[in-house]
T-cell receptor, first 112, second 115 residues
Framework: DAKTTQPPSMDCAEGRAANLPCNHS???????VYWYRQIHSQGPQYIIH???NNETNEMASLIITEDRKSSTLILPHATLRDTAVYYC?????????????FGTGTRLLVSP | EAGVAQSPRYKIIEKRQSVAFWCNPI?????LYWYQQILGQGPKLLIQ????????DSQLPKDRFSAERLKGVDSTLKIQPAKLEDSAVYLC?????????????FGEGSRLTVL
């Protein structure tokens, strides 16, 4: 699976959009981009994933560049409860024996 | 739908003692994972089961760690003997076969402190 690079930390004001970048320059054609987050003292939680098209769900939007070498997770109106570590993971599209390989993620702090 | 259950939530032991953690995945989830998360790091996969068979245990320190999922449902992770560096949160996760998102559901973890 391709390696990802994320900033170690970011700050965001409550109510503003949080844009979390991820670099995955070695991604291959069948690899998906997944985002999970981990709130303090909890297990990671799935947010969203995509292959090449932009995706949106009730939690967030995922913007993947045309060359697929980077992506951005967007939390449109961040709240204090969005304070967490956000992990960007690239995973093979083979659904047989999928596993997630976590990096160190981005620690997002949302402040009032 | 009940989530992934883990116990105990907290455990403190001395080095060279043994410890066991239990996981009950979401009903019907065929794939089960154990991850180790050391403070300040992302979770690291220890072992992956598909039903009661091991799919990947390449990162499991087999001289001291063992895991089983005898009936393809509950799983137990054991450490014997424990070392100081085993202090971590042990996370269990499960995934439904054929899930369109491939989403993993995690439990809250078992925090181990080795003194």
């Amino acid at each position: 699976d391709a390696k990802t690079t994320q900033p170690p930390s970011m700050d965001c004001a409550e109510g503003r959009a949080a844009n979390l970048p991820c670099n995955h320059s070695t991604i291959s054609g069948n690899e998906y981009v997944y985002w999970y987050r981990q709130i303090h003292s909890q297990g990671p939680q799935y947010i969203i994933h995509g292959l090449k098209n932009n995706e949106t769900n009730e939690m967030a939007s995922l913007i993947i560049t045309e060359d697929r070498k980077s992506s951005t997770l967007i939390l449109p109106h961040a709240t204090l409860r969005d304070t967490a570590v956000y992990y960007c993971i690239v995973r093979s599209g083979n659904t047989g024996f999928q596993k997630l390989v976590f990096g160190t993620g981005t620690r997002l702090l949302v402040s009032p | 739908e009940a989530g992934v259950a883990q116990s105990p939530r907290y455990k403190i032991i001395e080095k060279r003692q043994s410890v066991a953690f239990w996981c009950n995945p979401i009903s019907g989830h065929a794939t089960l994972y154990w991850y180790q998360q050391i403070l300040g790091q992302g979770p690291k996969l220890l072992i992956q089961f598909q039903n009661n068979g091991v799919v990947d245990d390449s990162q499991l320190p087999k001289d001291r760690f063992s895991a089983e999922r005898l009936k393809g449902v509950d799983s137990t992770l054991k450490i014997q003997p424990a070392k100081l560096e085993d202090s971590a949160v042990y996370l269990c996760a499960s995934r439904r076969a054929g899930s369109p998102t491939g989403e993993l559901f995690f439990g809250e973890g078992s925090r181990l402190t080795v003194l």
